[in-house]
């Protein structure tokens, strides 16, 4: 098993600011992704972080929106440029090693309202 | 690219009722499939963890069962309780990170 912590778990931010999310994993994973879910929806997938190279971005996000670091194994960040309140949503963490027969892992998420 | 579609989009029932929550996906080539609940504000909470190679997984009064081959999962719900009210993600999961369907609103009412 894995557990994830997240931090911030919730800020308030002003319009045009910067805010960067930590995620830090008890041990070491494979596969890293940062998701999001807007109100009333699901959560969509933003990027997987990559351990040493550029994060791959799904399509409709981009890297100068969503800069994401993964520097080790256990550790990643993903900011979110120069907000507007549509940004407003909660940000998930998660990890999964495929084929290892164990559940995808999440974060409890970070809380993001943006004035 | 894997779609998942939830049915029905939200469920009210009253306590004690069976309920069947179904899930569909387009891509069978998966490893495994997950159901998780989400309770409004919260993260997410694993429930179920069904391996390709199984048909179905019990937990209490949950039951899921799943049909690689017509991209089906169905999680069925005992004797539902109020504590049941929550939102249910099915997520199947292959090579790729889990993708999510719009998940199922449920409310059981006392």
């Known amino acids: 098993s894995a557990v994830i912590s997240q931090k911030p778990s919730r800020d308030i931010c002003q319009r045009g600011t910067s805010l960067t999310i930590q995620c830090q994993v008890d041990?070491?994973?494979?596969?890293m992704f940062w998701y999001r879910q807007q109100p009333g929806q699901s959560l969509t997938l933003i990027a997987t972080?990559?351990?040493?190279?550029?994060?791959?971005?799904e399509s409709g996000f981009v890297i100068d929106k969503f800069p994401i670091s993964r520097p080790n194994l256990t550790f990643s960040t993903l900011t979110v440029s120069n907000m507007s309140p549509e940004d407003s949503s909660i940000y998930l963490c998660?990890?999964?090693?495929?084929?290892?027969?164990?559940?995808?892992?999440f974060g409890p998420g970070t809380r993001l309202l943006v004035l | 690219k894997q779609e998942v579609t939830q049915i029905p989009a939200a469920l009210s029932v009253p306590e004690g009722e069976n309920l069947v929550l179904n899930c569909s996906f387009t891509?069978?080539?998966?490893?495994?499939l997950q159901w998780f609940r989400q309770d409004p504000g919260k993260g997410l909470t694993s429930l179920l963890l069904?391996?390709?190679?199984?048909r179905e997984q019990t937990s209490g009064r949950l039951n899921a069962s799943l049909d690689k081959s017509s991209g089906r999962s169905t999680l069925y719900i005992a004797a539902s309780q109020p504590g049941d009210s929550a939102t249910y993600l099915c997520?199947?999961?292959?090579?790729?990170?889990?993708?999510f369907g719009k998940g199922t609103r449920l409310s059981v009412i006392a």
């Open positions: 972080a990559n351990q040493g190279s550029e994060a791959t971005y």
């Open positions: 041990s070491q994973v494979t596969m």
């Open positions: 998660s990890v999964y090693n495929p084929r290892s027969g164990e559940t995808q892992y």
């Open positions: 997520a199947p999961s292959g090579n790729t990170p889990l993708v």
């Open positions: 891509d069978s080539a998966i490893y495994n």
């Open positions: 069904i391996q390709s190679s199984q």
